[in-house]
């Protein structure tokens, strides 16, 4: 099965409009659109990783309070 692949042939969305047929008042808002969606898209995925980011410093941060306060194991001596 060959997934869709990405490389310096393949055509942009907005190439694609060209293909559809639609009036050019169409054509203009669609590509406005399309470009808003792509902006939003990025603008995404960068929060995504700035979230992740973010959460994995508060967990690790956490995680370090929270075995820093446990007494180290103590094994019982012989009398």
């Known amino acids: 099965m060959k997934l869709c692949e990405y490389g310096k ?9 060209d293909q559809i047929r639609m009036s ?15 902006l939003l898209a990025d ?11 973010m959460f994995g410093f508060v967990g690790r941060g956490i995680s370090a309070f929270a075995h820093r306060g446990k007494p180290p194991h103590v094994t019982p001596q012989p009398n």
Do not use: G, M, N
Not at 24 to 38: G, I
């Open 9 to 17: 042939t393949s055509v942009s969305t907005l190439d694609r409009l």
């Open 24 to 38: 050019p008042s169409e054509r203009q808002r669609a590509r406005a659109y399309l470009r808003q969606a792509e």
């Open 43 to 53: 603008i995404l995925i960068r929060v995504d990783a700035d979230l992740r980011l």
